[in-house]
């Protein structure tokens, strides 16, 4: 291997810097903010966080810009136009966001754009070649931005450890106090600059050569042809064997074999991509047959894919997940039987994925339109059938009130209405997905009060924890009643679930006390720190998951909160309660350190030995001043 010189490599960051300037420039941006962020614990504001995306969303849209302008001769003029209209679309991309964490926000503009991110990546692959039919020129193109991307993450991964490495040896030598936070900065610093650099520095200005069997990567034949293949033969083997297994108990499929038989297929049009050079030479007669044969293996698969989600959906109607699922499907059955019939243009894999992602992203037809209506439809259905909602308007609605407390009060009974059980539980599902997916509005003219400013007036002031949730507050002005989804796992044979939270008016006496933080825990993100020079972290034990921890410099505390959860198992039901303020405090005075937690919402689930926190959220007190 000949390894470049210090004046290749300068030539090679040179020349990327020239050639893709923007996707550069907004690596440095993404690079810059990210490092702000961490430095100032800033990872919670909506603001920051949209805009760290749309910085990284301009890195590979630029790039996909230059390269296509590079391949079509575009002149100084066509560049710039092409850049003002990838700046228009980034901006428009940014005001999409919700700029702040309300109850109002639904999980739609982030899926947009991871959709939009894609179908960028995949238009990467083939815009140089729009309008040309030089396959292997497509081919060699796709395999250098291929091996410089898995090049690239090797590399930035080496100088990553290595550096991190370095740090925490001087920490542990030389006892210099580097922060935890350099080490997320350095992170972001190597993937986001020297990552992207190094990407396009390695991509060349001809693709368009023609490939021999010498030229062929031998790294790459050993991965696909010993590693790749096997592996896709036994994912095959198990899909096929459980076919059969459906066939002879007549058991109905599982919805995880959707996701399975997506993932699998996905490998193989992977592996048969890498693959591809070997259909032309004489001496690799079983890669074609494999080639053919795998697509035509493929469509049981697919049909047992529609069998899975097609039970979901008449159950239970269509989804976001459920209308990406399908349409990958469809996407998928269409390629099958394309390749099956001997064609043999790879192009067109990422072209048509790119437009069907694109092409479902908007409209009526498009995943959010269509799933919103669907399950819009599925609820009317529901409520007309129990004679709850009449000519679109929603009978014995609760009327409501602020009451002296702020909350909404009803002004009559709640409860008006009645479902069974399992309708009961459609209705809470149904909304809650609305809510989280679509928002409430188109559900408003059901109602005589105007429930929007309802919401809003209820809602006003409050931190977003302790908001009126929506589709709460519709299910019992339908006067049903609100059943939360651990609740409805429990009565279905689940695990005893509880949620806690603590009035909202009472108050707090932080005078003892030199430290305070709000805390939110959960089981994916179990840490909470004090941003000050004697840095506190709360961590749930990982081992013993109904025990904190209170880390501080070399220093820890041990916080055994079992009884006092298990207490709170015995004494409430399953489900959701409000409880007085004085019954959600833990403190402990260990070490010097004296702690309090005023917890103001928890939620445990019971365990065979254990008590696991699933959330805890509240205020963090220390007070390090404590005499022995």
């Given at each position: 291997?000949?390894?470049?010189?210090?004046?290749?490599?300068?030539?090679?960051?040179?020349?990327?810097?020239?050639?893709?300037?923007?996707?550069?420039?907004?690596?440095?941006?993404?690079?810059?903010l990210g490092c702000w962020m961490i430095e100032l614990n800033a990872e919670q504001d909506l603001r920051h966080i949209n805009?760290?995306?749309?910085?990284?969303?301009?890195?590979?849209?630029?790039?996909?810009?230059?390269?296509?302008?590079?391949?079509?001769?575009?002149?100084?003029?066509?560049?710039?136009?092409?850049?003002?209209?990838?700046?228009?679309?980034?901006?428009?991309?940014?005001?999409?966001?919700?700029?702040?964490?309300?109850?109002?926000?639904?999980?739609?503009?982030?899926?947009?754009?991871?959709?939009?991110?894609?179908?960028?990546?995949?238009?990467?692959?083939?815009?140089?070649?729009?309008?040309?039919?030089?396959?292997?020129?497509?081919?060699?193109?796709?395999?250098?931005?291929?091996?410089?991307?898995?090049?690239?993450?090797?590399?930035?991964?080496?100088?990553?450890?290595?550096?991190?490495?370095?740090?925490?040896?001087?920490?542990?030598?030389?006892?210099?106090?580097?922060?935890?936070?350099?080490?997320?900065?350095?992170?972001?610093?190597?993937?986001?600059?020297?990552?992207?650099?190094?990407?396009?520095?390695?991509?060349?200005?001809?693709?368009?050569?023609?490939?021999?069997?010498?030229?062929?990567?031998?790294?790459?034949?050993?991965?696909?042809?010993?590693?790749?293949?096997?592996?896709?033969?036994?994912?095959?083997?198990?899909?096929?064997?459980?076919?059969?297994?459906?066939?002879?108990?007549?058991?109905?499929?599982?919805?995880?074999?959707?996701?399975?038989?997506?993932?699998?297929?996905?490998?193989?049009?992977?592996?048969?991509?890498?693959?591809?050079?070997?259909?032309?030479?004489?001496?690799?007669?079983?890669?074609?047959?494999?080639?053919?044969?795998?697509?035509?293996?493929?469509?049981?698969?697919?049909?047992?894919?529609?069998?899975?989600?097609?039970?979901?959906?008449?159950?239970?109607?269509?989804?976001?997940?459920?209308?990406?699922?399908?349409?990958?499907?469809?996407?998928?059955?269409?390629?099958?039987?394309?390749?099956?019939?001997?064609?043999?243009?790879?192009?067109?894999?990422?072209?048509?994925?790119?437009?069907?992602?694109?092409?479902?992203?908007?409209?009526?037809?498009?995943?959010?339109?269509?799933?919103?209506?669907?399950?819009?439809?599925?609820?009317?259905?529901?409520?007309?059938?129990?004679?709850?909602?009449?000519?679109?308007?929603?009978?014995?609605?609760?009327?409501?009130?602020?009451?002296?407390?702020?909350?909404?009060?009803?002004?009559?009974?709640?409860?008006?209405?009645?479902?069974?059980?399992?309708?009961?539980?459609?209705?809470?599902?149904?909304?809650?997905?609305?809510?989280?997916?679509?928002?409430?509005?188109?559900?408003?003219?059901?109602?005589?009060?105007?429930?929007?400013?309802?919401?809003?007036?209820?809602?006003?002031?409050?931190?977003?924890?302790?908001?009126?949730?929506?589709?709460?507050?519709?299910?019992?002005?339908?006067?049903?009643?609100?059943?939360?989804?651990?609740?409805?796992?429990?009565?279905?044979?689940?695990?005893?679930?509880?949620?806690?939270?603590?009035?909202?008016?009472?108050?707090?006496?932080?005078?003892?006390?030199?430290?305070?933080?709000?805390?939110?825990?959960?089981?994916?993100?179990?840490?909470?720190?004090?941003?000050?020079?004697?840095?506190?972290?709360?961590?749930?034990?990982?081992?013993?998951?109904?025990?904190?921890?209170?880390?501080?410099?070399?220093?820890?505390?041990?916080?055994?909160?079992?009884?006092?959860?298990?207490?709170?198992?015995?004494?409430?039901?399953?489900?959701?309660?409000?409880?007085?303020?004085?019954?959600?405090?833990?403190?402990?005075?260990?070490?010097?350190?004296?702690?309090?937690?005023?917890?103001?919402?928890?939620?445990?689930?019971?365990?065979?030995?254990?008590?696991?926190?699933?959330?805890?959220?509240?205020?963090?007190?220390?007070?390090?001043?404590?005499?022995?």
């Open positions: 291997m000949k390894f470049p010189s210090i004046t290749q490599l300068q030539q090679d960051g040179t020349n990327a810097a020239l050639r893709f300037p923007l996707s550069l420039f907004f690596g440095f941006l993404a690079a810059g805009l760290l995306l749309t910085f990284g969303l301009g890195i590979p849209l630029y790039f996909c810009i230059d390269v296509f302008a590079e391949k079509k001769n575009f002149t100084l003029l066509q560049r710039s136009i092409s850049w003002s209209i990838g700046l228009v679309f980034l901006g428009l991309i940014y005001m999409s966001f919700p700029s702040e964490d309300t109850f109002t926000n639904t999980r739609v503009p982030y899926i947009r754009y991871t959709i939009y991110n894609l179908a960028i990546h995949l238009m990467v692959s083939f815009l140089p070649y729009i309008g040309s039919d030089n396959q292997e020129g497509f081919w060699n193109y796709n395999k250098n931005l291929f091996i410089r991307l898995v090049t690239g993450i090797y590399y930035s991964s080496v100088i990553f450890i290595g550096i991190s490495l370095a740090l925490l040896a001087v920490n542990a030598l030389f006892e210099v106090n580097i922060k935890e936070e350099t080490y997320a900065q350095l992170f972001v610093v190597t993937y986001a600059i020297f990552n992207t650099w190094f990407f396009l520095a390695g991509i060349p200005k001809i693709f368009d050569s023609e490939l021999s069997l010498e030229d062929y990567p031998k790294a790459l034949k050993i991965f696909t042809q010993f590693i790749l293949i096997p592996l896709l033969l036994v994912y095959l083997c198990i899909l096929y064997f459980y076919g059969a297994k459906i066939i002879f108990t007549g058991d109905w499929p599982k919805g995880i074999v959707s996701y399975m038989i997506i993932a699998i297929s996905v490998l193989g049009i992977f592996t048969n991509l890498l693959l591809y050079p070997y259909h032309q030479w004489k001496e690799s007669g079983w890669i074609k047959k494999f080639h053919r044969g795998y697509y035509v293996f493929l469509i049981p698969l697919i049909i047992l894919l529609f069998l899975a989600i097609g039970i979901r959906i008449q159950d239970y109607g269509l989804t976001v997940n459920r209308y990406i699922i399908t349409l990958m499907g469809i996407w998928l059955g269409l390629i099958s039987i394309y390749y099956s019939l001997g064609k043999r243009n790879i192009k067109l894999i990422p072209l048509s994925l790119a437009l069907v992602m694109l092409f479902s992203s908007f409209g009526p037809w498009g995943m959010f339109g269509l799933s919103e209506l669907m399950q819009r439809n599925r609820l009317a259905k529901i409520l007309t059938e129990h004679n709850i909602l009449v000519q679109n308007k929603i009978q014995n609605e609760v009327q409501w009130e602020i009451g002296n407390d702020e909350k909404p009060k009803p002004i009559k009974e709640l409860n008006t209405n009645s479902l069974p059980t399992e309708k009961l539980f459609e209705v809470n599902s149904i909304l809650e997905y609305l809510e989280d997916y679509h928002g409430m509005k188109n559900l408003y003219s059901w109602f005589e009060q105007d429930m929007d400013s309802l919401v809003r007036e209820f809602n006003k002031g409050k931190f977003r924890m302790r908001t009126v949730a929506p589709s709460k507050f519709l299910i019992e002005t339908m006067g049903l009643s609100y059943v939360p989804p651990y609740q409805r796992v429990i009565k279905n044979g689940g695990p005893k679930t509880l949620s806690l939270v603590a009035n909202d008016k009472f108050q707090l006496d932080i005078s003892e006390y030199d430290y305070l933080s709000l805390i939110d825990l959960s089981e994916w993100d179990h840490s909470a720190e004090i941003s000050d020079e004697k840095r506190y972290r709360l961590d749930t034990d990982q081992d013993i998951q109904s025990n904190l921890i209170l880390k501080w410099e070399d220093q820890q505390m041990e916080i055994n909160i079992f009884h006092y959860l298990n207490d709170l198992l015995t004494r409430y039901e399953d489900g959701y309660h409000v409880v007085e303020e004085d019954e959600m405090v833990v403190s402990k005075t260990d070490k010097n350190v004296k702690i309090r937690i005023q917890i103001q919402s928890l939620t445990i689930r019971q365990s065979e030995e254990n008590v696991i926190i699933l959330s805890l959220k509240g205020i963090l007190l220390v007070n390090e001043n404590m005499q022995e």
